[in-house]
């Protein structure tokens, strides 16, 4: 069986993949989701307005990228990790087939956040029932002192993930095959 079967298998013959890349602010998931994308990608962003209170308004950048990869059609959506408005991210698990958790493997004082905002996304009713893919990528392993991928899945607590395929991965060049293919692997 070839890659390209094995992906039409996983994906149930899908053409479309919608991914979603979550995870705090500035950890870096924009940086990885350009990294990731072809030169052809096409990028848009949408806006959102979000009523705080009675007269002020704030603003929500989401940004969703359009590209092919092995005859496949993907819709990337890189969701702002900022605390007020991380709670947008829920209006879009019911369209996601794939999860990139993107962790900023040097910001140790935020660890404590990301696994609240984990545990938040796998208690889900949208997510908790579904076996969806899951690549937490510990970013930024090239600081100095930053914690090892390892000690990331430790400190998240991802050996307790037993119903969804899931991967930690820390290296840019190979994230897409790796997201792709992960329900093959033997995660944990």
Known sequence: MGLFDKLAGWLGLKKEVNVLCLGLDNSGKTTIINQLKPSNAQAQDILFIIRQHIHLFSFLLISTLLFSFLSLSFTVFDMSGQGR????????????????????????????????????????????????????????????????????????????????????????????????????????
Request: charged share 25%; net charge neutral.
């Open 85 to 188: 408005y991380r709670n947008l991210w829920e209006h879009y698990y019911k369209e996601g087939q794939a999860i990139i958790f993107v962790i900023d493997s040097a910001d140790k004082l935020r660890m404590v956040v990301a696994k609240e905002e984990l545990d938040t996304l796998l208690n889900h009713p949208d997510i908790k029932h579904r076996r969806i893919p899951i690549l937490f990528f510990a970013n930024k392993m090239d600081v100095r002192d930053a914690l090892s991928s390892v000690k990331v899945s430790q400190l998240l607590c991802l050996e307790n993930i037993k119903d969804k395929p899931w991967h930690i991965w820390y290296d840019h060049t190979c994230i897409l095959i790796c997201l792709l293919i992960m329900p093959e692997f033997q995660c944990h």
